[in-house]
Protein backbone atom coordinates (compact mmCIF):
# COMPACT_ATOMS: atom_id res chain seq x y z
CA UNK A 1 0.00 0.00 0.00
CA UNK A 2 1.27 3.73 -0.87
CA UNK A 3 3.34 5.11 2.14
CA UNK A 4 1.64 8.37 0.95
CA UNK A 5 -1.89 6.93 1.36
CA UNK A 6 -1.21 5.68 5.02
CA UNK A 7 0.05 8.86 6.01
CA UNK A 8 -3.06 10.87 4.92
CA UNK A 9 -5.43 7.82 6.37
CA UNK A 10 -3.67 8.97 9.79
CA UNK A 11 -3.62 12.15 9.80
CA UNK A 12 -7.56 12.43 8.88
CA UNK A 13 -8.06 9.46 11.94
CA UNK A 14 -5.85 11.67 14.33
CA UNK A 15 -8.07 14.92 13.87
CA UNK A 16 -11.51 13.09 15.03
CA UNK A 17 -12.17 14.19 18.17
CA UNK A 18 -15.20 11.92 18.80
CA UNK A 19 -16.00 9.12 20.81
CA UNK A 20 -17.96 6.01 19.83
CA UNK A 21 -16.86 3.32 22.59
CA UNK A 22 -17.00 0.06 21.66
CA UNK A 23 -19.97 0.79 19.44
CA UNK A 24 -20.39 -1.20 16.63
CA UNK A 25 -23.36 -0.82 13.95
CA UNK A 26 -23.18 -3.65 11.73
CA UNK A 27 -25.11 -1.71 9.37
CA UNK A 28 -27.08 0.88 8.11
CA UNK A 29 -30.91 1.23 9.14
CA UNK A 30 -32.10 3.27 7.06
CA UNK A 31 -30.90 2.03 3.71
CA UNK A 32 -31.15 -1.68 4.92
CA UNK A 33 -34.86 -1.21 5.84
CA UNK A 34 -35.46 0.48 2.22
CA UNK A 35 -34.17 -2.31 0.46
CA UNK A 36 -35.99 -5.05 2.49
CA UNK A 37 -39.34 -3.20 2.00
CA UNK A 38 -38.75 -2.95 -1.86
CA UNK A 39 -38.34 -7.27 -1.04
CA UNK A 40 -41.87 -7.63 0.63
CA UNK A 41 -43.58 -5.62 -1.13
CA UNK A 42 -42.19 -7.98 -4.42
CA UNK A 43 -43.66 -10.56 -2.35
CA UNK A 44 -40.73 -12.69 -3.35
CA UNK A 45 -39.00 -14.18 -0.37
CA UNK A 46 -36.92 -16.79 -2.03
CA UNK A 47 -34.67 -16.89 -4.64
CA UNK A 48 -35.92 -19.15 -6.86
CA UNK A 49 -38.47 -16.69 -8.52
CA UNK A 50 -37.09 -13.40 -6.49
CA UNK A 51 -34.81 -10.43 -8.65
CA UNK A 52 -32.38 -8.79 -5.38
CA UNK A 53 -30.25 -11.81 -5.62
CA UNK A 54 -29.55 -11.18 -8.77
CA UNK A 55 -29.04 -7.73 -8.29
CA UNK A 56 -26.37 -8.44 -5.67
CA UNK A 57 -25.08 -10.27 -7.36
CA UNK A 58 -24.11 -8.10 -10.29
CA UNK A 59 -23.22 -5.76 -7.73
CA UNK A 60 -20.84 -7.58 -6.43
CA UNK A 61 -19.34 -9.08 -9.22
CA UNK A 62 -18.79 -5.72 -10.28
CA UNK A 63 -16.67 -4.27 -7.63
CA UNK A 64 -15.03 -7.56 -7.14
CA UNK A 65 -14.15 -7.48 -11.40
CA UNK A 66 -15.20 -10.80 -12.00
CA UNK A 67 -18.05 -12.26 -14.35
CA UNK A 68 -19.89 -14.07 -11.94
CA UNK A 69 -20.91 -14.23 -8.29
CA UNK A 70 -23.29 -16.54 -6.81
CA UNK A 71 -24.43 -15.97 -3.50
CA UNK A 72 -25.26 -18.43 -0.54
CA UNK A 73 -26.38 -18.66 2.78
CA UNK A 74 -22.41 -18.81 4.48
CA UNK A 75 -19.13 -18.19 3.69
CA UNK A 76 -18.59 -21.81 4.83
CA UNK A 77 -21.36 -23.07 1.86
CA UNK A 78 -19.31 -21.11 -0.61
CA UNK A 79 -16.11 -22.91 -0.27
CA UNK A 80 -18.02 -26.42 -0.45
CA UNK A 81 -20.03 -25.48 -3.19
CA UNK A 82 -16.88 -23.95 -5.51
CA UNK A 83 -15.26 -27.28 -4.30
CA UNK A 84 -18.08 -29.54 -4.99
CA UNK A 85 -18.84 -27.60 -8.48
CA UNK A 86 -15.25 -28.12 -9.48
CA UNK A 87 -15.85 -32.24 -8.41
CA UNK A 88 -12.97 -32.06 -6.01
CA UNK A 89 -14.04 -35.48 -3.83
CA UNK A 90 -12.85 -38.44 -2.34
CA UNK A 91 -9.10 -39.77 -3.02
CA UNK A 92 -8.17 -36.11 -3.79
CA UNK A 93 -5.71 -33.52 -1.23
CA UNK A 94 -6.60 -29.72 -0.92
CA UNK A 95 -3.40 -27.86 0.59
CA UNK A 96 -4.62 -25.29 2.98
CA UNK A 97 -2.96 -23.28 5.72
CA UNK A 98 -3.78 -24.57 9.52
CA UNK A 99 -4.26 -20.93 10.41
CA UNK A 100 -7.28 -20.21 9.68
CA UNK A 101 -10.83 -20.17 10.91
CA UNK A 102 -11.90 -24.37 10.51
CA UNK A 103 -14.37 -23.56 7.73
CA UNK A 104 -11.33 -23.48 5.28
CA UNK A 105 -10.66 -27.15 5.96
CA UNK A 106 -13.89 -28.80 7.05
CA UNK A 107 -15.61 -27.40 3.88
CA UNK A 108 -12.56 -29.28 2.01
CA UNK A 109 -13.83 -32.83 4.21
CA UNK A 110 -17.52 -32.11 3.86
CA UNK A 111 -16.00 -33.26 0.22
CA UNK A 112 -14.68 -36.40 1.11
CA UNK A 113 -11.19 -35.17 0.18
CA UNK A 114 -8.41 -34.79 2.48
CA UNK A 115 -6.98 -31.28 3.61
CA UNK A 116 -3.10 -30.93 3.58
CA UNK A 117 -1.65 -28.58 5.82
CA UNK A 118 0.79 -25.84 4.65
CA UNK A 119 2.90 -23.47 7.02
CA UNK A 120 2.49 -19.83 7.15
CA UNK A 121 4.83 -16.35 6.58
CA UNK A 122 5.58 -14.93 9.86
CA UNK A 123 5.33 -11.37 7.74
CA UNK A 124 1.24 -12.05 7.02
CA UNK A 125 0.34 -14.99 8.65
CA UNK A 126 -1.11 -15.98 5.40
CA UNK A 127 -0.02 -19.49 3.50
CA UNK A 128 3.30 -19.48 2.72
CA UNK A 129 3.39 -20.35 -1.24
CA UNK A 130 6.67 -22.06 -1.17
CA UNK A 131 5.85 -24.30 1.51
CA UNK A 132 2.26 -24.93 -0.51
CA UNK A 133 4.26 -26.29 -3.76
CA UNK A 134 6.47 -28.41 -1.52
CA UNK A 135 3.30 -29.94 -0.26
CA UNK A 136 2.24 -30.85 -3.80
CA UNK A 137 1.40 -34.01 -4.79
CA UNK A 138 -0.41 -36.40 -7.78
CA UNK A 139 -3.56 -36.37 -5.42
CA UNK A 140 -3.36 -32.52 -5.05
CA UNK A 141 -6.58 -31.06 -6.90
CA UNK A 142 -6.90 -27.75 -4.96
CA UNK A 143 -4.97 -25.34 -3.22
CA UNK A 144 -6.72 -22.70 -0.32
CA UNK A 145 -4.63 -19.88 0.26
CA UNK A 146 -6.26 -17.25 2.73
CA UNK A 147 -6.42 -13.70 3.05
CA UNK A 148 -6.24 -13.66 6.64
CA UNK A 149 -8.42 -10.46 8.54
CA UNK A 150 -8.02 -8.47 5.40
CA UNK A 151 -3.83 -9.30 4.38
CA UNK A 152 -4.11 -10.63 0.60
CA UNK A 153 -2.18 -13.42 0.74
CA UNK A 154 1.01 -13.95 -1.73
CA UNK A 155 -0.62 -15.90 -4.51
CA UNK A 156 1.16 -15.12 -7.93
CA UNK A 157 3.34 -18.15 -6.86
CA UNK A 158 0.41 -20.38 -6.90
CA UNK A 159 -1.36 -18.86 -10.01
CA UNK A 160 1.60 -20.12 -11.86
CA UNK A 161 2.03 -23.45 -10.69
CA UNK A 162 -1.52 -24.00 -10.49
CA UNK A 163 -1.91 -23.43 -14.03
CA UNK A 164 0.98 -25.65 -14.90
CA UNK A 165 -0.20 -28.84 -13.20
CA UNK A 166 -4.33 -28.32 -13.63
CA UNK A 167 -4.73 -27.46 -9.95
CA UNK A 168 -7.67 -25.60 -8.94
CA UNK A 169 -6.80 -22.35 -7.14
CA UNK A 170 -9.42 -21.40 -4.69
CA UNK A 171 -9.09 -17.81 -2.80
CA UNK A 172 -10.68 -17.74 1.13
CA UNK A 173 -11.52 -14.39 1.24
CA UNK A 174 -13.70 -14.39 3.85
CA UNK A 175 -12.13 -11.83 5.77
CA UNK A 176 -11.16 -9.72 3.34
CA UNK A 177 -14.01 -8.26 0.89
CA UNK A 178 -11.80 -5.38 -0.93
CA UNK A 179 -8.85 -6.30 -0.26
CA UNK A 180 -6.12 -6.09 -2.92
CA UNK A 181 -3.42 -7.63 -4.34
CA UNK A 182 -0.66 -5.48 -6.66
CA UNK A 183 -3.46 -3.77 -7.46
CA UNK A 184 -6.36 -6.56 -7.96
CA UNK A 185 -9.28 -7.54 -5.96
CA UNK A 186 -9.06 -10.69 -4.35
CA UNK A 187 -11.39 -13.29 -5.09
CA UNK A 188 -10.44 -12.22 -8.90
CA UNK A 189 -7.34 -13.55 -8.95
CA UNK A 190 -7.31 -17.55 -8.56
CA UNK A 191 -9.90 -19.84 -10.69
CA UNK A 192 -12.82 -18.76 -7.42
CA UNK A 193 -13.04 -16.55 -4.60
CA UNK A 194 -15.21 -17.19 -1.63
CA UNK A 195 -16.51 -14.40 0.90
CA UNK A 196 -18.61 -14.85 3.93
CA UNK A 197 -21.25 -11.78 4.86
CA UNK A 198 -21.56 -13.23 8.94
CA UNK A 199 -21.98 -9.46 11.18
CA UNK A 200 -17.99 -9.81 11.77
CA UNK A 201 -16.86 -9.19 8.50
CA UNK A 202 -16.26 -6.42 6.20
CA UNK A 203 -19.55 -5.84 4.76
CA UNK A 204 -22.87 -8.59 6.57
CA UNK A 205 -25.98 -9.70 5.54
CA UNK A 206 -26.45 -11.44 8.83
CA UNK A 207 -25.52 -14.91 7.24
CA UNK A 208 -24.46 -15.47 3.71
CA UNK A 209 -21.54 -16.10 1.41
CA UNK A 210 -20.23 -15.24 -1.88
CA UNK A 211 -18.25 -17.25 -5.20
CA UNK A 212 -16.46 -15.07 -7.36
CA UNK A 213 -15.36 -16.36 -10.63
CA UNK A 214 -14.78 -15.93 -14.42
CA UNK A 215 -15.25 -19.44 -15.48
CA UNK A 216 -18.73 -19.79 -17.12
CA UNK A 217 -18.83 -23.33 -16.47
CA UNK A 218 -17.73 -23.47 -12.82
CA UNK A 219 -20.46 -20.28 -12.32
CA UNK A 220 -23.52 -22.90 -13.63
CA UNK A 221 -22.24 -25.64 -11.69
CA UNK A 222 -22.83 -23.31 -7.89
CA UNK A 223 -26.16 -22.87 -9.17
CA UNK A 224 -26.53 -25.96 -9.66
CA UNK A 225 -24.95 -27.33 -6.76
CA UNK A 226 -26.71 -24.43 -4.62
CA UNK A 227 -30.08 -25.68 -5.37
CA UNK A 228 -29.79 -29.50 -4.63
CA UNK A 229 -28.34 -30.17 -7.79
CA UNK A 230 -30.84 -29.21 -10.06
CA UNK A 231 -30.24 -27.67 -13.44
CA UNK A 232 -33.56 -27.52 -14.70
CA UNK A 233 -37.14 -28.24 -13.21
CA UNK A 234 -37.01 -31.45 -11.37
CA UNK A 235 -34.07 -32.37 -13.48
CA UNK A 236 -31.46 -33.51 -10.55
CA UNK A 237 -28.02 -33.41 -12.80
CA UNK A 238 -25.75 -34.31 -9.91
CA UNK A 239 -25.54 -34.05 -6.01
CA UNK A 240 -26.25 -30.97 -4.31
CA UNK A 241 -27.32 -29.63 -1.42
CA UNK A 242 -29.58 -26.50 -0.33
CA UNK A 243 -26.84 -23.56 0.27
CA UNK A 244 -29.26 -20.89 -0.80
CA UNK A 245 -29.30 -17.52 1.13
CA UNK A 246 -33.00 -15.70 1.28
CA UNK A 247 -33.87 -12.34 -0.72
CA UNK A 248 -34.22 -10.41 2.90
CA UNK A 249 -30.46 -11.54 3.14
CA UNK A 250 -29.81 -10.12 -0.69
CA UNK A 251 -31.64 -6.56 0.22
CA UNK A 252 -29.30 -6.62 3.43
CA UNK A 253 -26.05 -7.09 1.18
CA UNK A 254 -27.48 -4.58 -1.40
CA UNK A 255 -28.07 -1.96 1.28
CA UNK A 256 -24.12 -2.78 2.71
CA UNK A 257 -22.80 -2.42 -1.11
CA UNK A 258 -23.62 1.39 -0.79
CA UNK A 259 -20.80 1.62 2.38
CA UNK A 260 -18.46 -1.27 1.77
CA UNK A 261 -16.15 0.95 0.13
CA UNK A 262 -16.32 4.02 2.81
CA UNK A 263 -16.35 1.33 6.05
CA UNK A 264 -13.19 0.00 4.60
CA UNK A 265 -11.79 3.42 4.81
CA UNK A 266 -12.47 3.44 8.50
CA UNK A 267 -11.33 0.20 9.12
CA UNK A 268 -7.92 1.24 7.47
CA UNK A 269 -7.36 3.87 9.26
CA UNK A 270 -7.91 2.41 12.47
CA UNK A 271 -5.43 -0.44 11.94
CA UNK A 272 -2.61 1.62 10.45
CA UNK A 273 -3.28 4.24 13.12
CA UNK A 274 -2.72 1.51 15.97
CA UNK A 275 -0.02 0.08 14.34
CA UNK A 276 1.77 3.67 14.23
CA UNK A 277 1.03 3.78 17.82
CA UNK A 278 2.14 0.41 19.04
CA UNK A 279 5.25 0.15 16.55
CA UNK A 280 7.92 1.49 19.65
CA UNK A 281 5.88 -0.23 22.75
CA UNK A 282 8.12 -2.28 24.50
CA UNK A 283 6.03 -6.68 23.93
CA UNK A 284 4.21 -6.01 20.95
CA UNK A 285 5.53 -6.88 16.96
CA UNK A 286 3.07 -4.71 14.83
CA UNK A 287 2.05 -6.71 11.78
CA UNK A 288 3.98 -5.51 8.88
CA UNK A 289 1.91 -4.63 5.02
CA UNK A 290 4.19 -6.44 1.68
CA UNK A 291 4.50 -3.83 -1.02
CA UNK A 292 1.97 -5.94 -3.32
CA UNK A 293 -1.36 -5.30 -0.51
CA UNK A 294 -3.82 -3.47 -0.12
CA UNK A 295 -5.04 -4.78 3.12
CA UNK A 296 -8.83 -4.26 3.98
CA UNK A 297 -8.54 -4.19 7.47
CA UNK A 298 -10.92 -6.97 9.57
CA UNK A 299 -8.85 -7.05 12.37
CA UNK A 300 -5.79 -5.83 13.51
CA UNK A 301 -3.30 -8.83 14.60
CA UNK A 302 0.36 -8.33 15.90
CA UNK A 303 2.63 -10.50 17.81
CA UNK A 304 3.10 -10.71 21.52
CA UNK A 305 6.92 -10.89 22.94
CA UNK A 306 5.66 -11.46 26.15
CA UNK A 307 9.18 -12.98 27.29
CA UNK A 308 10.41 -9.30 27.36
CA UNK A 309 8.23 -8.21 29.97
CA UNK A 310 8.86 -10.83 32.45
CA UNK A 311 5.50 -13.28 31.09
CA UNK A 312 5.73 -17.05 30.66
CA UNK A 313 3.25 -17.04 27.58
CA UNK A 314 0.95 -14.97 25.39
CA UNK A 315 -2.60 -15.94 27.76
CA UNK A 316 -0.59 -14.31 30.68
CA UNK A 317 -0.19 -11.15 28.93
CA UNK A 318 -3.63 -10.88 27.30
CA UNK A 319 -5.08 -11.45 30.85
CA UNK A 320 -3.33 -8.46 32.31
CA UNK A 321 -4.10 -6.58 29.42
CA UNK A 322 -7.83 -7.71 29.46
CA UNK A 323 -7.79 -6.61 33.42
CA UNK A 324 -6.71 -3.20 32.06
CA UNK A 325 -9.97 -3.58 29.64
CA UNK A 326 -7.60 -3.52 26.57
CA UNK A 327 -10.90 -5.29 24.95
CA UNK A 328 -7.89 -7.86 23.35
CA UNK A 329 -8.20 -11.68 22.23
CA UNK A 330 -5.89 -14.61 21.33
CA UNK A 331 -6.63 -15.38 17.87
CA UNK A 332 -6.86 -19.48 16.66
CA UNK A 333 -5.27 -20.61 19.85
CA UNK A 334 -3.44 -23.88 18.09
CA UNK A 335 -3.55 -24.85 14.45
CA UNK A 336 -5.77 -26.88 13.54
CA UNK A 337 -4.26 -29.90 12.87
CA UNK A 338 -4.17 -30.39 16.28
CA UNK A 339 -7.53 -29.38 17.44
CA UNK A 340 -9.96 -32.43 18.71
CA UNK A 341 -11.42 -32.50 14.84
CA UNK A 342 -7.97 -33.62 13.77
CA UNK A 343 -6.94 -35.52 16.76
CA UNK A 344 -9.85 -37.72 16.87
CA UNK A 345 -10.94 -37.86 12.96
CA UNK A 346 -14.13 -37.00 13.24
CA UNK A 347 -15.18 -37.18 9.61
CA UNK A 348 -17.35 -39.01 6.94
CA UNK A 349 -13.58 -40.65 5.00
CA UNK A 350 -14.02 -44.03 4.99
CA UNK A 351 -10.36 -44.32 6.55
CA UNK A 352 -8.64 -42.65 9.22
CA UNK A 353 -7.54 -39.44 9.08
CA UNK A 354 -3.31 -39.39 9.95
CA UNK A 355 -3.17 -37.95 13.02
CA UNK A 356 -0.60 -34.74 12.80
CA UNK A 357 2.20 -34.35 15.54
CA UNK A 358 3.42 -30.61 17.10
CA UNK A 359 6.12 -29.59 14.48
CA UNK A 360 4.52 -29.85 11.29
CA UNK A 361 4.02 -26.50 10.61
CA UNK A 362 6.32 -24.32 13.10
CA UNK A 363 5.72 -21.02 12.02
CA UNK A 364 2.06 -21.71 12.85
CA UNK A 365 2.55 -22.76 15.99
CA UNK A 366 4.83 -20.20 16.81
CA UNK A 367 2.38 -17.67 15.84
CA UNK A 368 -0.50 -19.57 18.00
CA UNK A 369 1.10 -18.77 20.78
CA UNK A 370 1.87 -15.04 20.06
CA UNK A 371 -1.37 -13.55 17.89
CA UNK A 372 -3.62 -11.18 19.61
CA UNK A 373 -6.42 -9.33 17.96
CA UNK A 374 -8.08 -6.36 17.86
CA UNK A 375 -11.39 -5.55 16.08
CA UNK A 376 -10.95 -2.69 13.52
CA UNK A 377 -14.64 -2.31 12.81
CA UNK A 378 -15.85 1.29 10.88
CA UNK A 379 -17.04 2.22 14.45
CA UNK A 380 -13.43 2.39 16.11
CA UNK A 381 -12.63 6.18 17.26
CA UNK A 382 -9.30 7.41 17.91
CA UNK A 383 -9.89 8.32 21.39
CA UNK A 384 -10.92 4.32 21.59
CA UNK A 385 -7.41 2.91 19.93
CA UNK A 386 -5.83 5.52 22.36
CA UNK A 387 -7.54 4.03 25.17
CA UNK A 388 -6.37 0.74 24.06
CA UNK A 389 -2.85 2.03 23.56
CA UNK A 390 -2.36 3.28 26.99
CA UNK A 391 -3.31 -0.35 28.29
CA UNK A 392 -0.47 -1.80 25.83
CA UNK A 393 2.37 0.93 27.23
CA UNK A 394 0.66 0.56 31.06
CA UNK A 395 1.66 -3.13 30.68
CA UNK A 396 4.45 -2.65 29.28
CA UNK A 397 5.74 -0.28 31.83
CA UNK A 398 5.03 -3.44 34.20
CA UNK A 399 1.55 -2.76 35.49
CA UNK A 400 -0.17 -5.71 36.47
Not at 59 to 74: D, L, M
Amino acid sequence: MDPKDVEKLIKKFSKDESLNFLNEERFEFEATLEEIIKVLKSKRLDILDGLAHKEFETQFAEWTGVKHAIFVNSGTAALFCALRAKGIGPGDEVIVPPFTFMATASSVMHTNAMPVFADIELKTYNMDPNDAIKKITPKTKAIIPVHLAGMPADVDPLVEVCKEKGIFLLEDACQSHGAKYKGKMVGAIGDAGCFSFFPSKNMTTGEGGMITTNDDELAEQCRVVRHHGESSWYVFARLGWHLRPTELSAAVGIAQMKVVKSNNRKRQSAWFYLNEQLKDVKGIKVPEVPEYAEPSCNWWGGLLEFEKLGFKDGRSMVNALNRKNAFTKILYPEPLYMTKVFQDGDSFLPYRMPRHKTGLCPNCEEVNKRLIGIDTHPRLMKQHCDFIVERFKAVAAGER
